[in-house]
């Protein structure tokens, strides 16, 4: 296994028939190979979230500094390479672009939700349907989480949403509610902090083809 920080194989077979003077001759080329070998590329990846605020759902984005995988050193089958990482997210290094919100994301939200670490793995990857499922470690607890992907010339994409409250984050998102009240408060002066989180990860694998 290697750990990161931030083949297809295609068969073809040409037959030409032609005829000349009652005769026939049957031309066949030779047959070729084209392989990749795929590699997990940090610099070309990119983990976005996105938690909701007011009544009316405004998005607020973010992503951490910090996302280490974890995984084998390559593979032909990019499929397989993408089916067997594991991921680390630091919550320290939450960043949102804004340093005041990081903070208090970090010491009160994930404080109080006594994580410092997210931890997740790939479970399942189906190519026929494009489903796949990854395990999410949070607050003590393990979640399977269901999401879509697609996969196509090593470009890979996962798109996915959670509840905090199936980690049992219901206190958390009261604790960063409280502490940002004002600026979770809305046109109806309803403050309000959803516990529903987008989840979003693309990836370039690097391919060596020959």
């Not at 026929?128 to 393990?142: E, F, L, R």
């Not at 999401?147 to 219901?170: C, E, H, P, R, Y």
Request: proline residues 1%.
């Amino acid at each position: 296994m290697k750990k990161y920080k931030i083949v297809s194989i295609a068969l073809f077979s040409l037959l030409v028939l032609s005829s000349c003077g009652g005769e026939q001759t049957v031309k066949k080329e030779e047959k070729s190979e084209v392989g990749c070998f795929y590699t997990y590329n940090a610099a070309a990846t990119s983990l976005e979230w996105t938690a909701f605020k007011f009544t009316e759902k405004k998005g607020v984005a973010g992503t951490f500094n910090e996302i280490i995988i974890d995984g084998p050193e390559g593979s032909d089958d990019p499929l397989a390479l993408l089916s067997a990482l594991k991921f680390k997210l630091p919550t320290a290094s939450v960043e949102t672009q804004n340093e005041e919100r990081n903070g208090k994301i970090a010491s009160v939200f994930f404080k109080t939700l006594a994580t410092d670490t997210i931890r997740g793995k790939v479970t399942s990857l189906n190519a026929k349907d494009g489903s796949a499922v990854i395990d999410i470690q949070m607050n003590g607890m393990t979640k399977a989480v269901k999401g879509a992907f697609t996969l196509k010339d090593g470009a890979f994409a996962f798109n996915a949403s959670i509840d905090v409250l199936d980690w049992k984050g219901g206190s958390a998102i009261e604790a960063l509610n409280t502490v940002c009240k004002e600026l979770h408060t809305g046109s109806d002066g309803i403050s309000k902090l959803w516990s529903t989180v987008d989840l979003s990860f693309t990836t370039q694998l690097k391919s060596d083809c020959k």
